[in-house]
């Protein structure tokens, strides 16, 4: 959400500022998860990410444990309702360190389902939209590329 002109006069700091404007309106939001059919949270959360890599695009290992051969995704939910919770939290999720917190639910699946009760803002690669369902799924071998030898 950094605007253009802001990224043109600050550079980099643009996301750093902008994070922190969205993190003092930030509120927790209420969804249900569904890994390979099964339920595994549904109610509020503060953020959550489906990832088949370790890495965002900004270089954050939400999903330490991915791997994109294993053919499943990786699903982090922080499930706490404090936002004070949710800041305090965010250095172990830059590291990558956080799966072990109990506010955070870290599972893997080859099918993932979120499904919420009005639209919410979520980020599908790079895209900010609004959804109040998606559905997340691997296909193995499902991209050819060419390359020299």
Known sequence: RARRG?????GAAAYLVTGARLLLRLRPERA??????????????MFFAVANGEQTGGGTPVAPLADVR?????????????????IRLLPR?????????????????????VRAPR???????????????????VHMRSLEIMHPQ
């Open 119 to 137: 639209a919410i803002d979520v980020n599908l690669d790079g895209e900010p939209m609004r959804i109040a369902e998606v559905r997340y799924s």
């Open 32 to 45: 249900r998860f569904v890994v390979d059919g099964a339920v595994v949270h549904d109610g509020p959360f």
């Open 6 to 10: 802001l990224k043109r006069r600050l």
């Open 93 to 113: 999720l830059r590291a990558g360190t956080h799966i072990d917190d109990p506010d955070v639910l870290y599972t893997r699946g080859s099918r993932i389902e």
């Open 70 to 86: 294993d053919g499943r995704l990786d699903l982090t939910v922080v499930r706490t309702r404090s936002r004070t919770r949710f």
